[in-house]
DNA sequence: CTATGATATGACAACGTTACCATGTTAGCG
DNA sequence: CGCTAACATGGTAACGTTGTCATATCATAG
């Protein structure tokens, strides 16, 4: 049915490893070997079995992808991961894993069967085994955004204690009294660096903090806006809230919208990660983590692993940018209604 | 390196196509065997090589999902679609190709070599050769949202039409005089379809329908706003505006908001397709496609012509929902600030 | 008691490519 | 002029699985 390699080869009156190699530029072929095998392929509209390739050189030349691509902000890793990706050859397999351990390793021993070359998850700290078991079949895997206790591995994220903590100095230099934290599930590492950073800002500051302004949840929006809920009906409200997430985020504006709360008059909000082309992000005081550029540094990662398996681990952490905007309801925003960006 | 076949044949003390009837229930295998067999694939850690396989059985359980996975609408669908896949034993490949078809021409061509069993591909009109070639190829493929000229293919779509008529008449009973129209390119048949749409609200309603209200460009935020800007500016501006997606609705919005300009007060807002989760959805009125349906359906779709690669083109055409909420400034919504949904 | 079909297992070859080894030709160099 | 190295091409086998054909046992039906 398909046409091979063999039906190229007797096309152009070559043996099929000569066609191979003409393709692949893998050996000396003459020019006009070459000329000819070119012309036979078009002739034939031959198009090569990464398959059978794949089987004979135990490579794939995939690479996986494993988040919750339903968030803007990972689909932004993607694509910086993607265009690396293409521009390596190879191609990038993406995994909507809906930060759901199941799913996780469901999809981890589809690729496995299948392969891949190589990974770049999202971890959460009950990934751990599911690591372990990449690690076991020799499959290298680079980490996104977090950490994982006790596996040591490539990882590229942002400074997230460093962001909260300038995010929360911001607030209580303009005048912030009781800032409630809306934070993600403890199992993820970037939940509790946002609320260690939300810490170091108050302890600089001389503050006691309040450990009940701190709610422990999903990185979600339903959470956002039932914490937010919760907050707002304590007898002693927090007068900023400060969502350690963009989801979180929107589930808070849209609480405090129900509430009937302005914002920033009534409530002051911020929140961690952006929302580019999202209206509410222009409006959003909130800290940046360069997204594209974390995924095309996870991808240089996971390429320099694949060409030298056994070097040592690299950490990369990359700097966060506060971007002050209106919501916050500090003066430094006077005079620049869509906040810069 | 890797544990095979015949490692795990040798182990259980059986020939290797005994295991792989064992583990694929292609055949019969004894109770006591079997056990044996997985006995033997759990010590050795043996995991099944997917390319050999599919390699035999020129089959590769793999299907791809070509479109923009930035935009969440198609994040959304992209989850029906696994779900389903998953379900039925197939892996799905999403491949972002930010509706350039560069990037689709590439796409396809990769997955081509990879020996894809199929395709889901939200299509633009310049679609066409690429969907060409791959019926040349008789890789079967499923169009999502858009029709392709000269195509013949089975295809999930929204009623884009209807859909643009009933909230152009929404509009045109509460009060609208002038509705300015921002739609996606010429290329896409939604988006002319979603013109049409509008005139036939505007011609049942007897009225003459300005032309230079009308504007053609992207589906994007960019697009959105810069209409915006162009269509306000004008000596007789609308008093209302049609984004005909959710991009250029945020666009829209925040050109809107430069302007200074209040929605509903100043100018009425409405929209196409929904932004489940994010607060301007809840606020503006549109016009929902069930996301997760479409994908469902475009999933089964081609599962049947998977199954029967002969059967006559199917198209369906799902019914949308027009949601009535703050952003058009009618009376009808008083009283539920949340809109529903 | 034999025919029939369900049950259970195996041998062999093939899928389409590339790794590895081999061979020959030509050009350059001492 | 013989020797090395770059250039050019081919043969054979193997990657790990499964399609196809074959064989054997056993129970049940006629």
Redesign the pocket.
Known sequence: ?????????ARA????????????H?????????ARILAAVAELN????????S?????TQLLAFLTDITNPFWATVARGIEDGAMEAGYGVILCNTDEAEVKEARYVDLLLRRRIDGFIVVPTRASGPILQNLKRHHVPFVLVDRAVPGVAADCVRGDSRSGAEQLTAHLLATGARRIGLITGPRTVSTAEERVAGYQDALRAAGQPGDESLILYGQYTEPWGYQATQELMARPRPPDTLFAANNFIAIGVLEALHTFGLRVPEDVAVVCFDDMTHLTTARFLTTVIQPAQEMGRLALRLLLARLAQPDRAPEEIILPVALVVRRSCGCPFTAGRPGGNQ
Chains 1, 2 share one sequence.
């Open positions: 049915m398909a046409v091979t390699l063999q039906d190229v080869a009156g070559v043996s099929a490893i000569t066609v191979s190699r003409a393709l692949n893998t050996s000396y072929v003459g020019a006009e070997t070459r031959y198009v090569p079995n990464a398959v059978a390739s089987l004979r050189s135990s490579k």
